[in-house]
């Protein structure tokens, strides 16, 4: 069940705005002004009781509670206890932490390594040491599963063994009237890459997730926003776990259709970075946002590629364009961030947060500026990143190595490795050219065995997801 503020700001939100997640410099603008042109549809909402919000566990993060029969309610802690009580006359909050697990990158000594050859031969053996194969497209369970539920960014992460999907705009083919829509919801996988679990939704901002914090709209006071701007926009990373119970999600929040802003804009204006802590709620899984912003609008937006739990740190990646603002001239930055596991500021504090710097190979505390993007670029081999906006970090078992993937402008899904989260990469390998992908990810959890031998990959755009999957044969 959610927690009274993020299921109500959801409401406000999606009646009001149902804007867009799509990033400013997109390049994709043909897809999301389909839904540009739709600023006000009708969506009726479940609207939710309204419920107290409780912290009994006093580590500042809302509880997931539900009402039992009769007067008691019953919340569930960070260590996974329910407490049950009367309303009443609830138990006084005890502050305790907890150390949290710490996510490591070690491989398990049984599965299949492989070593990969340079790019060059890797490309030529196409087909013989590395075959590509479509599977067919995500379904979905439960009503919706027949409604053909459709839209961009299929993400995945693992929150307390559960894999929670969190995706971009989704609506269902044929129109908002059909399933609604919603910008950025989540929901619970399944045993199949190929399945989500939609069991409990018929309208997909049922399932919605990461909202504005109070503080930086106010939509909750039923105004306009700041400018004249009448809708949000949220772009939300992949969850990474801190531990068995919390994760985190950071996304980059937009206030769109803004009058007073130029064309070249899209009406579009960054307000800056947030960050949620994610706990799994019965149904869905569950998003808070701990604070207002992190960073402005002119920071980088960390997390916007992907992020990944590794070493004891939450990673972030970024692509900030430099140079050309055409997206194809433009120079793409890779930029990496991170924060420790431990910081209990991870998610309300920019010191908590550091950035790698190539040239004097340090990590420097808080949250740059994007003009300093170029300062940041991380290192590959092949000299430049073929990388736009969206992706996935993960460490493979397989080749024992980070693996970052990223797509190009609707023609390349590409990945490079690297010994180390911050680098230096390798050289850039293809995997996928010649189709459209938009925001094509890596799902690591369903690799058979857990062994990253083969991988699945989801491919957009704004139709079902297509699922692919990619063998290596390079064992070792
Ligand atoms: C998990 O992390 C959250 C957020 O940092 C923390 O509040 C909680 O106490 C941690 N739980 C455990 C079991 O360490
Ligand atoms: C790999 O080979 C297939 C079949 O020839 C081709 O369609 C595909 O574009 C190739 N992939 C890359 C990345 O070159």
């Not at 459709?150 to 083919?173: E, H, P, S, Y």
């Not at 992949?238 to 950071?250: E, K, P």
Request: charged share 15%; proline share 5%; aromatic share 10%.
């Amino acid at each position: 069940m959610h927690s009274l503020t993020v299921h109500a700001a959801g409401l406000v939100a999606c009646l009001i705005a149902p804007a867009l997640s799509h990033p400013t410099h997109s390049p994709r603008h043909v897809h999301h002004r389909r839904y540009e042109h739709d600023a006000s549809p009708t969506i009726s909402p479940n609207i939710p009781t309204k419920r107290t919000a409780y912290d009994l566990d006093g580590n500042g993060v809302p509880d997931v509670c539900k009402a039992l029969s009769g007067t008691d309610e019953a919340c569930e802690e960070s260590n996974s206890q329910w407490i049950t009580f009367n309303p009443n006359s609830p138990p006084t909050p005890t502050a305790k932490l907890q150390a949290p697990v710490i996510q490591t990158a070690v491989a398990t000594a049984s599965l299949p390594r492989g070593t990969l050859p340079s790019a060059a031969t890797f490309q030529q053996q196409n087909g013989t040491k590395w075959t590509l194969t479509k599977k067919g497209v995500l379904q979905y369970s439960g009503p919706l599963g027949q409604m053909n539920l459709q839209g961009d960014k299929a993400r995945t992460g693992v929150l307390g063994g559960q894999v929670i999907w969190n995706f971009g705009d989704m609506t269902c083919a044929g129109g908002l009237d059909v399933c609604g829509f919603d910008m950025g919801p989540a929901m619970y996988g399944t045993s199949s890459i190929s399945t989500v679990n939609t069991q409990d939704i018929t309208q997909i901002q049922d399932a919605a997730f990461i909202q504005p914090h109070a503080s930086t709209t106010n939509f909750f006071a039923n105004e306009i926003l700041g400018e004249g701007c009448t809708a949000w926009g949220m772009d939300n990373s992949n969850v990474a776990a801190l531990n068995n119970t919390h994760g985190i999600v950071l996304s980059w929040e937009q206030w769109r259709n803004c009058p007073s802003l130029d064309r070249k804009t899209d009406g579009v204006q960054d307000r800056g970075l947030g960050a949620s802590v994610i706990t799994l709620g019965d149904k869905f899984p569950t998003a808070t946002r701990v604070s207002g912003l992190l960073a402005g609008g002119d920071r980088v937006a960390a997390g916007k590629l992907a992020i990944m739990a590794a070493e004891g740190y939450i990673y972030s990646y970024t692509v900030e364009d430099s140079g050309m603002s055409s997206g194809f001239f433009a120079t793409h930055n890779m930029i990496v961030g991170r924060a420790s596991i431990n910081d209990r500021d991870i998610f309300s504090s920019t010191t908590a947060w550091e950035f790698y710097m190539p040239s004097t190979q340090s990590w420097v505390s808080g949250i740059p500026l994007r003009t300093d993007a170029p300062k940041y670029n991380l290192q590959t081999a092949s000299g430049k990143w073929n990388c736009a906006v969206y992706g996935t970090v993960m460490w493979s078992n397989y080749f024992n190595k980070y693996m970052l993937f990223c797509d190009l402008l609707e023609n390349e899904f590409n990945f490079y490795t690297a010994d180390r989260p911050e680098g230096p990469w390798s050289e850039e390998y293809q995997l996928i050219t010649g189709v459209s992908g938009y925001g094509s990810m890596v799902h690591p959890e369903y690799s058979e065995d857990g062994s990253h031998k083969a991988l699945y990959i989801s491919m957009g755009p704004d139709t079902e997801f297509e699922i692919w999957r990619v063998e290596f044969d390079y064992d070792a």
